[in-house]
Every structure is written in structure tokens, then in C-alpha cells.
């Protein structure tokens, strides 16, 4: 089945751009979504990208794409507090409509 | 307010007693899944449906069953509860349509002592 790798932490300042990482291991994978979980509350559909795309930006939000290397990133601009959450790369299983989740990262912002 | 609606919020059990999760959903989504978090662990698939009278396990079915008679509703039921079981449990739908994202509803914390 499919694995999905994320570093556990990262700490930026308010005002920085954050990046989030990710790896997966399924080519086949044809969307790939980033959520946001905030302490205590269900998953928040952030953007998504489809796998002959390799860039989407979405306001703040930048995805990129390497299909190749099979590795995903979340650009933050501008990241602010509330951005401090838990984030989740989530590829999709086309042929079961399930998603894989990674352990997540947790992304902390100073101010 | 559409979204997936779930119940209870919070549960205590007791090793061995059953009880259903429910799940309903109002946007007329074909797709409904559950799923499992551990702490510090990524959410991982118990069972899913693709459409009424429809479900399938996921990668970690045991100890749970499921049922889909209605598109709105995706009970999961825990038939012997184990301290195992101890997860926050996430029910999410979507289109059917690939590229929809999933929706996912605000979780039922689970204790099983």
C-alpha cells in the first residue's frame, strides 16, 4: 500500500514563508490534497493538486509537485498564529476513493 | 449548516461492551468513509462505501462493522470494544466525481477502559 513520509515539526516567525513536506511511495496517485487539523477538531480541506499539474497556487498557498521523485510541498506565505496547526499530505487511492495520511507536521508560529 | 454531523462527541466504554458511531451526512455525497487517529499518528481507513448498500474494508477493519442502507447515514458499530480501540474516530464523505476532496466531521473521541 501506499506510505506517506512528513517531518514531524517546524517553527517559523510570523511573517515567513513556511514550507511543508512530504513523500509518497504510490505513482499511481492521481490527487493529492493537503488538510489542516486544528487542536482538537476534524480535518480542514486546504487545496489540492492533480498529478500532471506541477504547481497550484491558491491565495497564500502554493503547491508543488516533483511526480518524478514523488514529492509534494505546501508553501505558507506570509504564515500568521492562526496557521498553527497540524497538516496533512493525503494522497489519494483512485480506485478505492480512500486517502493515505501521513503522521502529519506540525507547524508552529511565533510571533 | 451542511456538513457530516457526528455522534457522540465523546464516549467511555468498558472492554467488551458495543456501541455505534453515527455518521450522517446532508450534501448527497455517493463516497463515506470512516477513519482512525492515533496519537501522533496519521488517520488511517476502517471502512468505506461507495454508494448505498455498498461497503468494503479498509486497512484496518478488524473489530468493526459497518453498514450503508441510506446515502445519508454510515454507521460504524464496535461489536466488542477493546482498550485497543482507544482513537478519536473520523467520518469523512465526497462526490463521487474524482477531485472533490473529502469532508470530514469534527470526530468522536473514544476511551475503552
Known amino acids: 500500500g501506499e506510505d506517506v513520509e512528513q517531518s514531524l515539526f517546524l517553527s517559523v516567525r510570523e511573517g515567513d514563508s513556511s514550507v511543508i513536506n512530504c513523500t509518497y511511495t504510490?505513482?499511481?496517485?492521481?490527487?493529492l490534497y493537503w488538510y489542516k487539523q486544528e487542536p482538537g477538531a476534524g480535518l480542514q480541506l486546504l487545496t489540492y493538486?492533480?498529478?500532471?499539474?506541477d504547481m497550484k497556487q491558491d491565495q497564500r498557498l502554493t503547491v508543488l509537485l516533483n511526480k518524478k521523485d514523488k514529492h509534494l510541498s505546501l508553501r505558507i506565505a506570509d504564515t500568521q498564529t492562526g496557521d498553527s496547526a497540524i497538516y496533512f499530505c493525503?494522497?489519494?487511492?483512485?480506485?478505492?476513493?480512500?486517502?493515505?495520511f501521513g503522521s502529519g507536521t506540525r507547524l508552529q508560529v511565533q510571533p | 449548516n451542511a456538513g457530516v454531523t457526528q455522534t457522540p462527541k465523546f464516549q467511555v466504554l468498558k472492554t467488551g461492551q458495543s456501541m455505534t458511531l453515527q455518521c450522517a451526512q446532508d450534501?448527497?455525497?455517493?463516497?463515506m468513509s470512516w477513519y482512525r487517529q492515533d496519537p501522533g499518528m496519521g488517520l488511517r481507513l476502517i471502512h468505506y462505501?461507495?454508494?448505498?448498500?455498498?461497503?468494503d474494508q479498509g486497512e484496518v477493519p478488524n473489530g468493526y462493522n459497518v453498514s450503508r442502507s441510506t446515502t445519508e447515514d454510515f454507521p460504524l458499530r464496535l461489536l466488542s470494544a477493546a482498550p485497543s480501540q482507544t482513537s478519536v474516530y473520523f467520518c469523512?464523505?465526497?462526490?463521487?466525481?474524482?477531485?472533490?476532496?473529502?469532508?470530514f466531521g469534527s470526530g468522536t473521541r473514544l476511551t475503552v477502559v
Open positions: 462505501s461507495v454508494g448505498a448498500g455498498i461497503t
Open positions: 493538486i492533480f498529478s500532471n499539474m
Open positions: 450534501m448527497n455525497h455517493e463516497y
Open positions: 493525503a494522497p489519494m487511492d483512485t480506485g478505492r476513493r480512500a486517502l493515505t
Open positions: 469523512a464523505s465526497s462526490y463521487r466525481q474524482v477531485g472533490y476532496g473529502y469532508t
Open positions: 504510490d505513482s499511481s496517485s492521481t490527487y
